[in-house]
Nanobody
């Protein structure tokens, strides 16, 4: 069992930055693939970024360059640095974890564990 707790969301003006954190506990973090997803009201959950157990990073194409995913295995923490935020980035952001099975990191269904989410609101 893995527990995931997100933090770092909030209200920010367009053009600003936020760094989300996801603290993991319960099982070995180093062997897990980790992902960030987001969901805006009335929309489907969207893949944002993922990082596998050997540090390979994957991004939703339209977000690459503004968002950066990273992990700190020593502290069992996943991060998402978000820069140049836009109002359309407003959503609930979720971190997710799965045993790394080498692929399909952009699919929500491969992740077994999810956090409760943290709200990001970008004002224009």
């Amino acid at each position: 069992q893995v527990q995931l707790v997100e933090s770092g969301g909030g209200l920010v003006q367009a053009g600003g930055s936020l760094r989300l954190s996801c603290a993991a506990s319960g099982r070995t973090f180093k062997s897990a693939a980790m992902g960030w997803f987001r969901q805006a009201p009335g929309k489907e959950r969207q893949f944002v970024a993922a990082i596998n157990s050997v540090g390979g990073m994957y991004y939703e194409a339209s977000l690459k360059g503004r968002f950066t995913i990273s992990r700190d295995n020593a502290n069992d923490t996943l991060y998402l640095q978000m820069n140049s935020l836009k109002p359309e980035d407003t959503a609930e952001y979720y971190c997710a974890a799965t045993e790394d099975r080498n692929g399909h990191y952009y699919l929500a269904k491969v992740y077994e564990y999810w956090g409760q989410g943290t709200q990001v609101t970008v004002s224009s």
